[in-house]
């Protein structure tokens, strides 16, 4: 009985999985929709994978600047803090709450 259960269920799933393959998201009524770009906080800047942002913040150690690069199209930034710290990844508003003083953002020329 639970052999026969057993079956029926592969049966029923293998059924389903294949009464589906064939349609398009026309057939089924879906729209596939485009993701609205993020901007810069404050800004008309498209933010870009692989925008390299720099401050001029200051750290206690008297060390002047600070560089994160975007690694996605919704302003995941990577960085590393400093000395003895590991490479941690935030949201844009996060990366600027943290290093407001912005100085630039370097755009790569063909990037997407």
Not at 47 to 62: A, C, F, H
Not at 75 to 85: F, H, L, N, P, Q
Not at 93 to 99: L, R
């Amino acid at each position: 009985m639970k052999k026969l259960k057993s079956i029926l269920l592969v049966f029923c799933f293998v059924l389903f999985t294949f009464s589906f393959s064939n349609l398009t998201f026309a057939e089924i009524n879906i729209t596939p929709q485009a993701i609205p770009p993020e901007y810069y906080p404050g800004s008309s800047v498209v933010i870009k994978p692989g925008d390299v942002l720099v401050t001029n913040n200051t750290s206690s150690y008297g060390v002047t600047g600070h560089a994160g690069i975007v690694i996605d199209a919704y302003g995941t930034v990577a960085s590393i803090r400093g000395s003895g710290y590991h490479p941690r990844t935030w949201g844009i508003g996060d990366w600027f709450a943290e290093y407001p003083n912005l100085v630039r953002i370097d755009v790569l020329p063909n990037h997407s």
